[in-house]
């Protein structure tokens, strides 16, 4: 069992950045692909990014460039490092995670419950 806790979002303005960060309990933290989605309002969930258990990135096209991920297995952390931040940003995040290889789908075994980013122009 995982658990996954998200911090790091809140109110911000257009522009800049933001740092997201998912905090994930177990001890083989590198053997699970990380994911973060968001879900904008009245949208569906859309898969962002997701990073392998030894690092590798993978980003939709919509948000690259802008969006890093990352990770810190000896912390159990994923970061999501948000540049340039637009209004149609807003949205909860969720960070999630699943045993073995990263997959660009909801297919993922454990999820947080959320962290609004709400951005104003």
């Known amino acids: 069992q995982v658990q996954l806790v998200e911090s790091g979002g809140g109110l911000v303005q257009a522009g800049g950045s933001l740092r997201l960060s998912c905090s994930a309990s177990?001890?083989?933290?590198?053997?699970?692909?990380m994911g973060w989605f968001r879900q904008a309002p009245g949208k569906e969930r859309e898969f962002v990014t997701a990073?392998?258990?030894?690092?590798?990135?993978y980003v939709v096209r919509s948000v690259k460039g802008r969006f890093t991920i990352s990770r810190d297995n000896a912390k159990n952390t994923v970061y999501l490092q948000k540049n340039t931040r637009k209004p149609e940003d807003t949205a909860v995040y969720y960070c999630?995670?699943?045993?073995?290889?990263?997959?660009?789908?909801?297919?993922?075994?454990?999820w947080g419950q959320g962290t609004q980013v709400t951005v104003s122009s």
């Open positions: 177990g001890r083989t933290f590198n053997n699970y692909a």
């Open positions: 990073i392998s258990g030894s690092g590798n990135p």
């Open positions: 999630a995670a699943r045993a073995g290889n990263v997959v660009l789908s909801s297919m993922y075994d454990y």
